[in-house]
Nanobody
Framework: QVQLVESGGGLVQAGGSLRLSCAASVSILSIDFMRWYRQPPGNERELLAARTSMGSSAYADSVKGRFTISRDNATNTVYLQMNSLKPEDSAVYYC?????????WGQGTQVTVSS
């Protein structure tokens, strides 16, 4: 069982930055994949960034060059640094973990970018 708690969402102006945090209840070194998704109102959930336990990362084209996924093994926390935010980045952001092929989700955190 893995519990995930996101934080760091809020209201920011276009061009600004936010850093989201995802705290895991287990060692993130035991988790195969850590991912960030987002879901705008009325739209499907979109995969934004992924990081493997070996440290490699991948990004969706929509956020490449603006968002960075990182982790702190000591605190079992994964971050999503979001820069140059746009109004279309407004959504609920979710943390996801894959451990032994089973998915776990956090409760989500709202990000709103004003123009």
């Amino acid at each position: 069982q893995v519990q995930l708690v996101e934080s760091g969402g809020g209201l920011v102006q276009a061009g600004g930055s936010l850093r989201l945090s995802c705290a895991a209840s287990v060692s993130i070194l035991s988790i195969d994949f850590m991912r960030w998704y987002r879901q705008p109102p009325g739209n499907e959930r979109e995969l934004l960034a992924a990081r493997t336990s070996m440290g490699s990362s991948a990004y969706a084209d929509s956020v490449k060059g603006r968002f960075t996924i990182s982790r702190d093994n000591a605190t079992n926390t994964v971050y999503l640094q979001m820069n140059s935010l746009k109004p279309e980045d407004s959504a609920v952001y979710y943390c996801n973990a894959i451990k032994r092929r089973y998915p776990y989700w956090g409760q989500g955190t709202q990000v709103t970018v004003s123009s």
